[in-house]
T-cell receptor, first 111, second 113 residues
Framework: GQQVMQIPQYQHVQEGEDFTTYCNSS?????IQWYKQRPGGHPVFLIQ?????EVKKQKRLTFQFGEAKKNSSLHITATQTTDVGTYFC???????????FGTGTRLTVIP | NAGVTQTPKFQVLKTGQSMTLQCAQD?????MYWYRQDPGMGLRLIYY???????DKGEVPNGYNVSRLNKREFSLRLESAAPSQTSVYFC????????????FGQGTRLTVV
């Protein structure tokens, strides 16, 4: 079956440091989405990438989709305490209706 | 406009008891999903319904059944709860078009003792 792995599982950073989480799929994806879940909350959609090699930015967040459409990354520049939470990638296989989530990376930001 | 509503928010069951988790969305979405979230395991897909009248198994369907009652509602049933089903359960809906985001409910924290 389809698997989407994320690394690292946990990351502690000092406020102001950068953070990156990586997402790898065992199969080619039609698109990749990223979600953020605050502690005690539910996942909330951040962004979607569709094209091979696509890069999108949202303020301090940069999202990339790999050329082979099997991996993706989320980079946060100069983390803030508001960035705390778990970041998930999610993807669909080509022709699939189901949405598979990665294992998530829990980010802690130390003030 | 409530989005996706899940009930209950919390539940404690004894081993062997049954219960149904309810999910309703008011966004006229075609697709609905049930996930469970366990520490270090991410969100694992239990069952999904791509459209009204259809349901399909996800990664971890054993021990669960679902019903897509109508376009708005998608319920998850545990016939005989086991401690391994202790988890946080999330319902999500998507419009059904390929490149659309998932909207999640607030989650149900279930403990089976």
């Amino acid at each position: 079956g389809q698997q989407v792995m994320q690394i690292p599982q946990y990351q502690h950073v000092q406020e102001g440091e950068d953070f990156t989480t990586y997402c790898n799929s065992s199969t080619t994806l039609s698109n990749i989405q990223w979600y953020k879940q605050r502690p005690g909350g539910h996942p909330v959609f951040l962004i979607q990438l569709v094209k091979s090699g696509e890069v999108k930015k949202q303020k301090r967040l940069t999202f990339q989709f790999g050329e082979a459409k099997k991996n993706s990354s989320l980079h946060i520049t100069a983390t803030q305490t508001t960035d705390v939470g778990t970041y998930f990638c999610a993807g669909r296989g080509t022709g699939a209706n189901n949405l598979f989530f990665g294992t998530g990376t829990r980010l802690t930001v130390i003030p | 406009n409530a989005g996706v509503t899940q009930t209950p928010k919390f539940q404690v069951l004894k081993t062997g008891q049954s219960m149904t988790l309810q999910c309703a969305q008011d966004m006229n979405h075609n697709s609905m999903y049930w996930y469970r979230q366990d520490p270090g395991m991410g969100l694992r897909l239990i069952y999904y319904s791509a459209s009204e009248g259809t349901t399909d198994k996800g990664e971890v369907p054993n021990g669960y059944n679902v019903s897509r009652l109508n376009k708005r509602e998608f319920s998850l049933r545990l016939e005989s709860a086991a401690p391994s089903q202790t988890s946080v359960y999330f319902c999500a809906s998507l419009s059904g078009a390929r490149n659309t985001e998932a909207f999640f409910g607030q989650g149900t924290r279930l403990t089976v003792v």
